[in-house]
């Protein structure tokens, strides 16, 4: 990523952003289980048990192997960027586990706030997260550890959050 990004720039980066040909007109207030279910019909990847973005993607396998999932079609991540459920309800992605015959949700919300640098911040279903504002390059070493850790934290986050869920 190049210095200076906007915070809708890291989160496409991180989970891409919907199709806006695929959002029809949004006038008003839409709920929160609408606006999810547009954002969800808009999903820029085709199979979201296999998102595009090296970060979604990366996060979807790595919260896989630490459920012990035998079928990872059975976890989904859907972006929520540049749409109504990312502008008014502050989700700028989720991820879905199907347990049981049953559908459970994390959301995922960016920020690139540095206060909040070494912050994952829980709010019973929602995970808050600091990406730096510079990004993190992959092909540099510094960067690489940095992005290793944070994964491993959120990816850690998300998986606990699942397991209260389930064990409710």
């Known amino acids: 990523m190049k210095p200076g990004y906007t915070g809708h720039l ?9 199709d806006k040909k695929k959002i029809l007109s949004q006038e ?9 279910l547009v954002a969800k019909d808009a999903q820029p990847y085709e199979d979201p048990s296999d998102p595009e973005p ?4 990366d996060l979807h396998a790595n919260i896989a192997d630490l459920l012990g999932l035998e079928d990872y079609s059975d976890l989904k991540i859907f972006t929520g960027v540049h749409s109504y459920l990312d502008y008014a309800h502050g989700v700028d992605a989720w991820v879905e586990l199907k347990y049981n015959n049953k559908i459970y949700r994390v959301e995922l ?7 909040k640098e070494e912050e994952i911040t829980v709010l019973d279903k929602k995970i808050v997260f600091y990406w730096p504002k510079n990004g993190l390059d992959y092909a ?18 998300v998986a606990e959050v699942f397991a209260q869920m389930i064990e409710q």
């Open 28 to 36: 008003g207030h839409l709920s929160f289980k609408d606006s999810m």
């Open 140 to 157: 540099i070493k510094e960067d690489k550890e940095k992005y290793i850790y944070k994964l491993d934290k959120i990816t850690k986050a």
């Open 10 to 18: 890291i989160e496409r980066e991180l989970f891409g952003e919907v």
């Open 109 to 115: 919300d960016v920020t690139s706030n540095p206060v």
């Open 54 to 57: 090296r970060f979604a993607n």
